[in-house]
Every structure is written in C-alpha cells, then in structure tokens.
C-alpha cells in the first residue's frame, strides 16, 4: 500500500511563497505520475500540476508561470514551488500518485 503525506501548508501573505512537499512511502513503480490538485471551500477539487516519471510537467492556466512541480526519485518525494500566491489559491492542497493513492492534503491560505 502506498502512503502519500503532503507538508509546508501555511498562511501567506498575497505575492508570497511556499513549497509543497509530498513524501511517498510504500511499493510502488518508477514509472509513476505524480500530481497535485487542490480543493478550495464549496467548489470541486481541481487538476494544478503533474509530473511524468520522464519528467513532463503540465499546469493549471491559472497558475502557469507562478508554480512549478519538481521530484526528487531518489527521496520518493515531490514538491510544488509556489510563488506570486493570489488570495484564490487558498485551498487544501492533495498530493496525487495517478492511478494508485491520494495524500490527505495541506492547507494553503493566501491572506494579508
């Protein structure tokens, strides 16, 4: 069974920064798709970012340009740069092994 656990949630100021973390634990192929969606109060959750093992990257619009998602194999872990954060990214942040686990998420709240 494969275990994903999310850190580095916080509260931020607008225009600020955090970086997510997504540490995988488990058995689990190399060949993964790793992701990270987010679910803000009373909407659906959404797509942000994934990562392919051959390291393809692709984005939300709504946050190209402002995050970028990165893995370290080695570590079995993921991360999720964020920077020039808006009041509408404030949500719970999930971490995603396609096809296999979800994390239980962390909570990012962009508020001066």
């Known amino acids: 069974q494969v275990h994903l656990v999310e850190s580095g949630g916080g509260l931020v100021q607008p225009g600020g920064s955090l970086r997510l973390s997504c540490a995988a634990s488990?058995?689990?192929?190399?060949?993964?798709?790793m992701g990270w969606f987010r679910q803000a109060p009373g909407k659906e959750r959404e797509f942000v970012a994934r990562?392919?093992?051959?390291?393809?990257?692709n984005y939300a619009d709504s946050v190209k340009g402002r995050f970028t998602i990165s893995g370290d194999n080695a570590k079995s872990t993921w991360y999720l740069q964020m920077n020039s954060l808006k009041p509408e990214d404030t949500a719970v942040y999930y971490c995603?092994?396609?096809?296999?686990?979800w994390g239980r998420g962390t909570q990012v709240t962009v508020s001066s």
């Open positions: 995603n092994m396609f096809g296999v686990a």
């Open positions: 488990g058995r689990f192929s190399s060949s993964v798709t």
């Open positions: 990562i392919s093992s051959g390291g393809s990257t």
